[in-house]
């Protein structure tokens, strides 16, 4: 038996932009670790390691400046005519064995994630598709059908929806991992 006319289209996709923004990497880490001795660490997400307390001020300056830019031309070019009118963000440290819990970000629309400092063997970023697939067999036999695994890059400012549920992997390294996330509103 044949058949033709098949029409085959992928529905509801979702997306990862990344970009390396124009910004000075040692500055941020010297920022961190001095936000890291002056307030203590709030209990989020880290498994272990350090949440500062979330900022709305000017901290970072330059990196909210690009991570506002990049989120606004992002979104004129997915066509979702929106613009991004507060940015919220911290900063973790994460040493041996921490990790981030899976978790999403609630009402964000966007959420970012910076990284300052990651040592070899210090987690990758994984995000995980967040409909009921997981619930069935039809990709059983297809893990990357059902997570985006990112090896993160210093330097670099990962953007995405932020409903999407996602964990860091436990360090294996002694040194720290630094990153700056971002929940990021329209």
Same mark, same amino acid.
């Given at each position: 038996m044949s058949y033709d006319h098949v029409i085959?289209? !992928?529905?509801?996709?979702?997306?990862?932009?990344?970009?390396?923004?124009?910004?000075?990497?040692s500055s941020l880490e010297e920022e961190c670790y001095k936000i890291?001795?002056?307030?203590?660490?709030?209990?989020?997400?880290?498994?272990?390691g350090y949440h500062s307390p979330i900022?709305?001020?000017?901290?970072?300056?330059?990196?909210? !400046?690009?991570?506002?830019?990049?989120?606004?031309?992002?979104?004129?070019?997915?066509?979702? !005519?929106?613009?991004?009118?507060?940015?919220?963000?911290?900063?973790?440290?994460?040493?041996?064995?921490n990790y981030n819990v899976m978790h999403n970000h609630g009402r964000a629309d966007l959420i970012g994630i910076y990284y300052v400092m990651i040592p070899e063997k210090s987690g990758n970023l994984t995000i995980l598709r967040n409909d009921g697939s997981q619930y069935c067999n039809l990709y059983a036999n297809r893990k990357d059908m059902l997570e985006y695994v990112i090896e993160p890059e210093v330097g670099r400012l990962y953007l995405l929806p932020g409903h999407l549920w996602h964990y860091v992997q436990a360090s294996q390294n002694q040194k720290d991992r630094i990153s700056i996330s971002f929940n990021i509103y329209t």
């Open positions: 085959d289209k !992928n529905i509801f996709p979702s997306f990862v932009s990344s970009c390396i923004p124009d910004v000075s990497v890291w001795e002056e307030y203590p660490s709030e209990d989020y997400s880290n498994d272990g900022f709305v001020d000017t901290k970072f300056k330059n990196l909210l !400046n690009c991570t506002q830019k990049f989120s606004n031309d992002l979104l004129r070019e997915k066509g979702l !005519n929106l613009q991004i009118q507060n940015i919220e963000y911290w900063c973790n440290i994460n040493k041996s064995y």
